[in-house]
């Protein structure tokens, strides 16, 4: 199989709110990958998604409602959307054909004309073929002959791939990727409820305004990544949706936008925990530890807002970690503020910690030499004994154990922390197995 290029060209799916976008992304992806409803500003941040078509890849980007002159969010996702488009080799711009021109069609597609870049003009919403003469109004815009399309039914959609591919520099222009197999980057998912200041830290870490920020809840719909090279190699940074619980999800937008948080703990190497200091652990922030956990992958608490905690915040906050999050082990807590800065530049080497001991790999002897040590200070009850041990996996470090009889729970839990005391594992999850052998 052929290697998609290092550097794929860029589509950039732009727009008034409401007339498709995330419609169309999805249908030229093939599969639902952006969250689509009926209603405006569902979209928030520009989220980009590779496509396949005629063996060629190239990347979509979904953007927000292009909607200068609006409200201060309506400023901060069109500034997201223009970002989009300065690094898009071509743009796609989207209009409403069940609609027509709009005032603020004619001034997108003015600035899109400022801006030189290479442009395909579509009308959404054409269903029906005996209504494809309408498009010929959209010539007014000035941004060449308009692709009449039902992005919802596909109709169409073939046509613009084609027109897409043929838009974009010639294959042999694109450089191939050299890296040597393998040599992934680490995903790290930043989650907390909504409103705790994680697009904030998203934007403090990949060093730009990659996620909306707005002091609103929710302002997050979707998961956004950015790979950021580190000291510690290359870090996937994916911000996702303010997940609460349940009973306060309350419309179908919010609950696909939880269902992509968790997919993206799920497949995270590590996961950061934001919480509020100036709230403390909440029961929701429990649960979600719970829920990290469970994913087994290692996590680092941050405690967020610390500039503007009172003494008493800080101290019932720092009692609650311990109290309610006990179960994370011996995760890091760093204390920070995403806003200015301070203290973020803590969390690098805790990540690398993380990773390394996420990825460790421990000779058979050693580990059978802290097992024998480990017997010799607490034998196991019952005449239980093992036998001996080794490690079948890393990511995270999963070890096997080989025992005459069933170990109760509480030895298992000793030997886990045995392991991990002696080969310095940290937050890292530790799984062990046992086998009974005779």
Known sequence: MSSAPARLYRVAIVGRPNVGKSTLVNRLAGRRTAIVEERPGVTRDAKAVEVEWSGRHFEVVDTGGWMPGGTALDEKVSRAAERAMEDADLVVFVVDGTVGVTEEDARAADVLRRKGKPVRLVVNKIDDPRREHQIWEFMELGLGEPVALSALHGNGSADLLDDLIAGLPDEEDEVEDESPEGTGEIAVAIVGRPNVGKSTLFNRLTGGENSIVHDMPGTTRDTVDTVVETSEGAIRFVDTAGMRRRAKVDDGTEYYSVVRALQAVDKADIAILV????????????????????????????????????????????????????????????????????????????????????????????????????????????????????????????????????????????????????????????????????
């Not at 490690?391 to 109760?408: D, K, S």
């Open 275 to 438: 919480i509020d200091a100036t709230e403390g652990v909440t029961a929701q922030d429990q649960r979600l530890a719970e829920r990290v956990d469970l994913a087994g992958c290692p996590v680092i608490v941050l405690l967020n807002k610390w500039e503007v905690a009172s003494e008493e915040d800080k101290d019932r906050a720092t009692y609650q970690i311990a109290e309610r999050l006990h179960f994370i082990g011996d995760s890091p807590v760093l204390q920070v503020s995403a806003l200015t800065g301070k203290g973020v530049h803590r969390l690098y080497p805790a990540l690398g910690s993380a990773i390394r001991a996420y990825e460790t790999r421990i000779p058979t002897r050693k580990v059978n030499e802290v097992i024998r040590s480990a017997q010799q200070a607490q034998p196991a009850p019952h005449g239980a004994r093992v036998l001996y041990a080794l490690q079948g996996a890393a990511l995270p470090p999963t070890f096997t154990i080989f025992a005459n009889r069933e170990l109760p729970k509480t030895y298992v839990r000793y030997l886990e922390r045995c392991l991990r005391e002696a080969f310095d594992l940290g937050a890292t999850p530790v799984k062990l197995r046992v086998r009974r052998r005779d």
